[in-house]
């Protein structure tokens, strides 16, 4: 699927006709899983902006560590939305009878727009023991997890590197890490996302050798996730959730500009991420974002594509599962009838 190039929607600041003035005691809670990263962003947005109001919505975020945390609460009464990556983990929850959806894209990387980048330790690229990506063979690469989107990229990079996924070490580190693995030699390189990728190049011990908008474009990263139950049970409270989240989708999106926080309010957004995840924002602004599309739609081939890679890997502990059976996009669909289409 090509994505939209990174143009302010004409929807951007639409107020949908559905849209009505509440007052606080008429606002339907929705529980919100957040990363304290800065895809968070359009949630931030739609909160701050009023969107969600003007749709009944007030979100309550619960900050977790990682997305596989958030995915046992979404089949409860815990957690009502959350956005994780379309790992091996989510395929082996609904497996496992933890019935959630993926119901819209939360990011993705279109081309200028790399959020996770092939980092390599700049001495092995100053003595020339690493030239290409073909000197990946032999090297230990760190992922945030063994099983996660970073997998998939790197077989991206092998393949094109024209050496086997199996030639390049795996290990696992989280993201705050890497940079002190690679300074002390533990690893090779790392797969890392921002805005510890920036840090690790300016502290010296890294060179970004390209984004993952080079290597696996447009890959499907991550999803708004939400319970099958919930859908079913209250289903019109996601619809107008999703109204309002797209809505801070198109706002984030006029914040960007050449793969930076340049574009027309890319001081105020990068000011509301810094807020809300405690980067500092002259550091956000340095940082390449990320991005959504606006009419929230998923990747389906890029997940299709990343859950072959899963199987074949032994990644997914059992049974028949399918990109079908953990999508759902009609509601999405649904909320873009409130809003109209972004073009």
Known sequence: MKRAPFVGSVAAGAISLAARSVGAQDLTTVRVGVLGIGSDAPNYIADSKGYFRDHGIKIEPVRFTSSEVMMPLLSSTGLDVGAGAPAASLYNAVIRGIDIRAVADASTDPKGYGWSKLLIRADLVKSGRFK???????????????????????????????????????????????????????????????????????????????????????QEVSCVLCSATLINSRRDVIVRYLAGFLKGVRYYR??????????????????????????????????????????????????????????????????????????????????????????
């Open 132 to 218: 290409t990506i073909k000197d990946l063979k032999g090297m230990t690469i760190a992922g945030a997890a063994k099983a996660s989107s970073s997998a998939c990229q790197m077989a991206r990079l092998t393949a094109m590197a024209g050496i086997a996924y199996s030639d390049v070490q795996r290990t696992v580190l989280p993201y705050s890490q890497h940079a002190i693995a690679l300074e002390n030699g533990a690893i090779d390189g790392a797969l890392t996302i921002e805005p510890f990728a920036t840090l690790a190049v300016e502290s010296g011990v890294a060179v970004a050798i390209m984004g993952n908008d080079q290597f696996y474009p447009d």
């Open 254 to 343: 006029q914040a960007l500009k050449n793969g930076r926080f340049d574009g027309p309010i890319g001081q105020e957004v990068s000011q509301l991420i810094s807020t809300q995840t405690g980067v500092p924002q002259a550091l956000v602004m340095r940082t390449t974002p990320t991005s959504a599309d606006p009419n929230g739609r998923l990747n389906l081939a890029s997940m299709r594509a990343d859950l072959a890679f899963y199987k074949a890997q032994g990644f997914i502990e059992g049974g028949d599962i399918t990109v079908d059976r953990v999508v759902d996009t009609s509601l999405a669909t649904e909320a873009t009838k409130l809003i109209g289409l972004a073009r």
